[in-house]
């Protein structure tokens, strides 16, 4: 690395308060690292944000200029935006690129969230990606059989991916507002490739199955090496079925990693999976890469990988997000589950900083009780110095993200937040131009 339908429901339960204990890990005193900066010099703060759909919102053009007012106000320099294929086809192009305008007069950039998770989309809308590029994607199959995600093994689905993001780059690359942020000397446009980085309940069918005997084989050599890892007695690597719920008990995956019994063919399956979608989207990089050489990949995770939160840990086996899945991409952004990381998840920061990636910590906005303690907004700042490199937030609905709807506690969030973004803007030092 060179730098050096909707969401589902993360975090506690709605409204509830997040206790945190803040022990040794908020209290260490460490040198900051150089931030992730924008073309102007300031340190990427970002927003998730939604510019239409939500109640109560009417999202004219004035609604959304006084919400990105608004935002720019808090200290938020950076907006995260659903522009995946469906959106971008649902009037052609309309609400992208009102996007992008809106965005440029109101002075912040925008990650876009090109597909949702790996395939949902598409394997969702696959006629209208067949009818826009000609491209039919075979969709996987969940363990019961039914359709479910693409196969992202398949050139099809990579060759669909790429086409529409060289699609959008063509549209909003030059003229757009797509986040940039410096490189040494230049400034490198910044994109995503998913939402929800993570494959959902695919990579059943027997074509994934087969893939999958040959990883083990490639992994184990034949079937007494397997089993010999796994604790079985296959006669033959032709037998296993991931389908199977005994070897393969993904419904019972919390209760497992809870009582550290996961079983070792559980985890290979997860591990498989994971490489298939690291594979799938670095090759969509390479392809999209030939013609925007310049251009930065962000994996965006809905958890980090430590969290022992069980939404977390469902999320982890459900949809294989490991490591190993996003090691294609320049950054990680992570959504956390609570403001304070845990030593384990501090560690899954140092680790991807050891590989060359860069982080950036979104923390959960759904009340203004969670940044309430001036000790609390501490914490925040300093992790998104000391062991990350920006920092951001989310909701569950990104129109109330950051409160900025007109709610009770709305100017308590603005408040909050806006103290933590100061403090985290002092931490990372001056800016740089």
Not at 169 to 193: C, N, Q, T, Y
Not at 316 to 344: C, H, K, N, W
Request: proline letters at 5%.
């Amino acid at each position: 690395m060179i730098l050096g339908v909707r969401r589902h429901h993360v975090g506690p339960v709605a409204g509830a308060i997040v206790v945190i204990a803040l022990g040794a890990v908020g209290a260490r005193a460490e040198p900051p690292r150089p931030a992730l900066r924008a073309a102007s010099g300031e340190p990427v703060v970002a927003a998730y944000f939604f510019s239409r759909w939500w109640e109560p919102w009417r999202s004219g053009d004035d609604t959304v200029l006084a919400d990105l007012a608004r935002l720019r106000g808090m200290g938020v320099n950076t907006i995260c935006l659903d522009h995946e294929p469906i959106q971008a086809f649902d009037g052609e192009w309309k609400f992208p690129e009102r996007d992008h305008r809106l965005a440029r007069q109101a002075g912040v950039g925008i990650i876009p969230w090109l597909e949702l998770k790996c395939g949902a989309d598409m394997s969702v809308h696959h006629q209208e990606i067949e009818q826009r590029y000609g491209i039919i994607i075979p969709r996987g199959e969940d363990r019961e059989g039914n359709p479910a995600n693409v196969r992202l093994h398949r050139p099809e689905y990579r060759d669909a991916l790429a086409t529409y993001v060289l699609d959008y780059l063509g549209r909003f690359l030059k003229d757009g507002a797509i986040l940039r942020v410096m490189d040494g000397e230049r400034a490198r446009p910044v994109i995503s490739l998913t939402v929800e980085t993570g494959w959902d309940g695919a990579s059943f069918d027997e074509e994934t199955n087969a893939l999958f005997r040959k990883w083990l084989r490639e992994r184990y050599t034949d079937v007494v090496g397997v089993n010999r890892a796994w604790g079985t007695s296959y006669r033959s690597v032709d037998e296993i079925d991931p389908r199977e719920e005994r070897r393969f008990p993904y419904p019972r995956a919390v209760e497992l990693v809870q009582s550290g019994e996961v079983p070792a063919a559980l985890a290979d399956h997860v591990l498989f999976r994971a490489e298939l979608i690291n594979d799938a989207l670095a090759a969509v990089r390479d392809m999209v890469r030939r013609e925007h050489p310049s251009l930065l990949f962000l994996a965006e995770v809905p958890y980090t990988f430590s969290s022992q939160h069980p939404h977390a840990i469902g999320h982890r086996y459900g949809a294989a997000m490991l490591p190993e899945a996003v090691a294609y991409a320049d950054i990680v952004m992570f959504r956390t589950v609570d403001p304070q990381l845990s030593e384990a998840e501090l560690r899954d920061l140092a680790m991807l900083a050891a590989r060359g990636q860069r982080t950036i910590l979104c923390h959960r906005t759904y009340s203004a009780t969670t940044f309430e303690t001036a000790a609390v907004r501490a914490v925040v700042a300093r992790q998104a110095a000391q062991d990350a490199d920006g920092l951001g937030y989310y909701s569950w609905n990104e129109m109330v993200d950051v409160h900025i709807a007109r709610r009770e506690d709305t100017d308590q969030s603005v408040e909050y937040i806006t103290s933590i973004n100061s403090k985290y803007r002092e931490l990372a030092g001056p800016e740089s131009h």
